[in-house]
């Protein structure tokens, strides 16, 4: 969620080709020469079509890139001129959650803690509880994805200095054989000067790790087009141009 996060037009056409009713083979035979000609009937390629449908998409990927990015690179530099006084540092993130005989962290008790990471708004905070997540996990969302506790927490930290006001909540919660699902809503008014309002719904799989039983694996996935969350954070919100405009 420290990526680039309304509703958004899109237009279709639709194409027509005739269809001929030929076999795809057709064998005609002369009473002069004892010979068979093949004619084969071959609809045009899409291959061109498909080529430019795949290059829209991967524009898109490279926009979404640019903009997780540069998130990240502006919330780093908001970092520098944040306060300490304003950082406060969740109890819970220093909290070493107790492991069974072997060594591994029962399940149900690192479920119960992300539930509760959610209550405090882990993914805009960074307060989230740090022993149960394994130093090297991995955490992916739709720009992309990368290793390292250490840097999902200073971008969840970073991002949330960059919102005036957020709401997140835990919708629902799934539990399968290998992972934990979370179904979330999030919405937020940012900081800049024309206040863009990002919303969104999604989801996020936890996988656990065989031995440690702590999160390997942070992946997000957003029930709204990749493109429409960087439009939202383009666009102004109402109260900003009747500011501009005096009215």
Known sequence: MPAAMAATLS????????????????????????????????????SSSTKNNKGGSESENVVLKIAWYSSELLGIAASFFRSPANVVESPDS?????????????????????????????????????????????FADPAGSFRGLSRFKRNCTNFGSLIEKSNMKLMKWEDFEDKGIGHWRFSCIMSFPWKPILSATGYTEYYFDAESGKVCRHVEYWNVPKMTLLKQLLKPTRGFWLKRTGG
């Open 11 to 46: 237009s279709s056409s639709a194409s027509i080709t005739p269809q001929l009713n030929f076999p795809s083979t057709l064998k005609i035979r002369s009473n002069r020469l004892p010979k068979i000609y093949n004619f084969r009937c071959k609809a045009p390629s899409n």
């Open 94 to 138: 220093v909290v070493e959650l107790a492991g069974d005989g072997g060594g591994a962290i029962d399940r149900a008790r690192v479920v119960e803690t992300i539930k509760e990471d959610f209550q405090r708004s882990y993914f805009v905070t960074g307060a989230l509880t740090l022993d149960a997540y394994k130093e090297d996990c991995e």
